[in-house]
């Protein structure tokens, strides 16, 4: 494990990358003919592209360690969008510096639910992997954490935007949080969805198995997309509470109970036999400057 004194992560969430591209006729039949029309008549005016590109910059300009970016980078999953999205992450930073775990838009439709994973392979994949079919959980060691992916990405009917993690991954989660039991490492677990959630139509539906999962062998810190909102939930871990952090929307100007565009900076060193967390806020305003919004210790 690296030796550093404090290190950073930036986490920032559904970027919904604006503008959509040109859609084909034959593109937006199904589920994607609602997410289009939704899109045409409300989201266009919600996510926008300066939004991003300034949370972007302040982002960059804050100099992390390292970037976590939860899922949604995506709007229909068309075709068309896969290799914009690759260009805006590689400005971002390369695949080293930069981890992504995909969300429900990014596999929005059975056609193209394996292309995100094709695409944007070099961001999805773990350390030493080199299958070039992208699976989860997977593992990267930066500094001291220990970043642990897992994708509750799966495509669903119309209306519906629930996630779902599986056995075979749950499986493969416990036996790599086993693996890192005995290992002084900051475990940070990457997930699109919330642990919890009201909206049955956005939940997590194998939440419970993740949960008790985590009661057994703990992480130290969760961050997750999908909701739009500031978010911090605890969670029942093996040594103590675990804070589940989520952030709104990367592109978003605020609205109705969504906030404006936000990311969270966590500053993560060694305390002891512990960890000290300090968690910074920092959000667009309605001329799309970027400002500090709260700060919190976290351990």
């Known amino acids: 494990m690296d030796v550093m004194t404090t290190f950073t992560l930036a986490h920032l969430s559904d970027p919904h990358l604006p503008p959509m591209p040109m859609v084909r006729l034959r593109d937006i039949a199904g589920k994607r003919a609602l997410g289009y029309l939704n899109w045409t008549r409300n989201r ?8 991003l590109d300034s949370l972007v910059a302040d982002v960059q300009a804050q ?17 068309a969008e896969f290799a914009p999205a690759r260009k805006w992450l590689e400005s971002i930073g390369t695949p080293d510096r930069v981890t992504v775990v995909p969300g429900n838009h990014d596999c929005y439709v059975r056609d193209t639910q394996h292309r995100f994973a094709q695409v944007w392979r070099g961001y999805l994949s773990g350390d030493g992997v080199s299958n070039p079919d992208t699976t989860f959980p997977n593992l990267r ?10 994708s509750s990405a799966v495509p669903t009917p119309p209306l519906m935007a629930t996630g779902w993690l599986g056995q075979l991954q749950l ?12 290992e002084q490492a900051f475990r940070v677990l990457l997930i699109h969805h919330p642990l ?8 997590l539906t194998d939440s419970h ?24 939930i605890w969670v029942e871990g093996s040594n103590g509470p675990i804070p589940a952090i989520g952030v709104p929307s990367a592109s978003a100007i605020a ?30 305003d309605d001329s ?4 500090e919004l709260r700060r919190t210790r976290l351990s």
């Not at 360690?65 to 229909?76: E, M, S």
């Not at 060691?141 to 897992?150: D, E, K, Q, T």
């Not at 949960?211 to 911090?232: C, F, N, R, W, Y």
Request: aromatic share 4%; hydrophobic share 45%.
């Open 44 to 51: 266009h005016r919600v996510h926008l592209r300066e939004a």
């Open 255 to 284: 609205h109705g109970r969504h906030p404006a565009a936000a990311y969270n900076l966590f500053a993560i060193e060694r305390e002891g036999a512990g960890w000290r967390v300090e968690q910074t806020i920092r959000g667009i």
């Open 171 to 182: 499986q493969a989660l416990k036996h790599m949080l086993e693996g890192l039991s005995a």
């Open 209 to 232: 198995l993740l949960l008790a999962l985590l009661k057994q062998h703990g992480v130290e810190m969760i961050l997750h997309g999908h909701d739009h909102v500031h978010s911090t």
């Open 63 to 79: 100099a992390p360690d390292h970037i976590a970016i939860t899922g949604d980078i995506v709007n229909l999953a068309l075709e």
């Open 141 to 150: 060691r930066r500094g001291p954490l220990a970043l642990i992916s897992v």
């Open 196 to 203: 919890r959630s009201n909206a049955r139509t956005k939940r």
């Open 288 to 291: 799309f400057r970027v400002h």
